[in-house]
Structures are given as C-alpha cells and as structure tokens.
C-alpha cells in the first residue's frame, strides 16, 4: 500500500511539474514606426481590454516587438488609442507615421 502511494504521489508531483511551465505565449506584436521615432513619440502603452497598463516603451529608438497571449488590447500614443488583436500564432503589425497615425494589419 505505501508503494503505491509513493507511485501516486509521484505521478502527481510529474503533473503539478507540468502544468507549472512558464506562460508561453502565442501571438506577437510588431511596432514599427516611420524615421527615428526618438524624434515625435514620446512613448507607447499596450493595454487589456479592461484598461489596465501590460507594456510601456518610453521614447522608443527603434522598432520593437512584444510577446501577448491570445485577446484583444489597446495601443495608445498620446491621446490616440487604436484596438487590435492578437490571434493564435500570428504576428499583428503596427505601422505608426511621423503624424502619430496608427495602422494595425493582421
């Protein structure tokens, strides 16, 4: 009796290992921005759906990517907000222009 309950126990220790891998995400976001960004944006914020702050890129020098799980998320510079998506492995492009326009393409 006490052997199988050393063979359960460690079955369930295997599956709590498991099911505790780090988070992997499944999307990606490419921002890419017209010349030097440096020069006209004074930073980038990536929100929930429910407004909560998740990614903050301060005076960004260059064009970045960021790793999101499956959802729906806000992009903001300034005053502008612009909704996107992420889906399941793919890659959602941000276009920003040196007139702080946003284009998002799937």
Do not use: W
């Not at 359960?8 to 780090?22: D, P, T």
């Not at 499956?70 to 510079?77: A, E, F, K, M, P």
């Amino acid at each position: 009796m006490k052997t199988l309950f050393k063979i359960a126990f460690v079955l369930f220790a295997l599956m709590a290992m498991a099911s505790c891998e780090k988070d992997e995400f499944t999307g990606k976001l490419e921002v890419t921005f017209e010349g030097n960004p440096y020069n006209y944006i004074e930073g980038v914020i990536i929100y929930t759906e429910n407004k909560n702050a998740l990614y903050t890129k301060s005076k960004p020098k260059d064009n970045f990517s960021v790793r999101l799980n499956v959802g729906n998320y806000i992009l903001s510079i300034y005053s502008t907000y612009k909704p996107f998506q992420i889906r399941d492995g793919h890659t959602t492009k941000v276009y920003i222009d040196k007139d702080k326009n946003i284009t998002i393409k799937y």
